[in-house]
């Protein structure tokens, strides 16, 4: 399978899952990784060898609670477009988002890792660049300039400014310290708009609550 992602025929109908709390993946979006467990590292040699997906999902539990936490039911592909080995062993990898999947079920497998049966055909509208059009600029940028302020958090306001709408939100959406279940909300939006939506929602939010350390980065 090549990098050009068009129609339901050019997904994989199973896929390697990386779960990870915490971690956003959106379409477009650029996911720096840096893998160590050994289980993970053979979820990377098996994507490189193969369809160089990878599925970003994050489990609903603890992994340090529950040996096999519960899977989310949607999380994003992402295609292994930079790779590096280090020194020690590790691998330090981005993936680039290509399209959210359901999970359908998990899979037997005798691999390290989990995979599971995913269903691509409600999200296929990822595959295709958002309609910038009717984006909020105005609004998002006076949020985060408060979110960033009231955590005297600094960003390179000029790259803010001069970023293309969808990926300054996929930015923000996938650096800004949300909980979980945000993160989560911002990956099922059914929408590009409904996402921006979110994301200003949240940071909003975020801005009427007490301000407490967190770093964007």
Known sequence: MG????????????????????????????LPLNVFEPRYLALVDTALSGTRM???????????????????????AGRLTSYRESDDGRYLITLTGICRFRVVEELETAAPFRQ????????????????????????????????LSRRDMQADWRSVLDAAPETLVNALA??????????????????????????????????ARPPGPASLN
């Open 174 to 207: 996938m650096l800004c310290p949300f909980e979980p279940a945000e993160k989560q909300a911002l990956l099922e939006a059914p929408g590009w708009l409904e996402r921006v939506d979110t994301l200003i929602a949240l940071l909003e939010m975020a801005n």
């Open 54 to 76: 990878i599925g970003m999902i994050q489990p609903t539990q603890h992994e340090d609670k529950v040996l096999k936490p519960t899977l989310s039911t949607i999380g994003c």
């Open 116 to 147: 599971v049966k995913a269903d691509f055909a409600p999200f296929l509208r990822d595959l295709v660049a958002a309609d910038e059009a009717d984006f909020p600029r105005d609004r998002l940028l006076g949020a985060l300039k408060d979110y």
């Open 3 to 30: 990098g050009n992602y068009h129609s339901l025929d050019d997904l994989p109908s199973t896929i390697d899952v990386f779960p990870l709390r915490d971690i956003l993946l959106l379409p477009r979006g650029q």
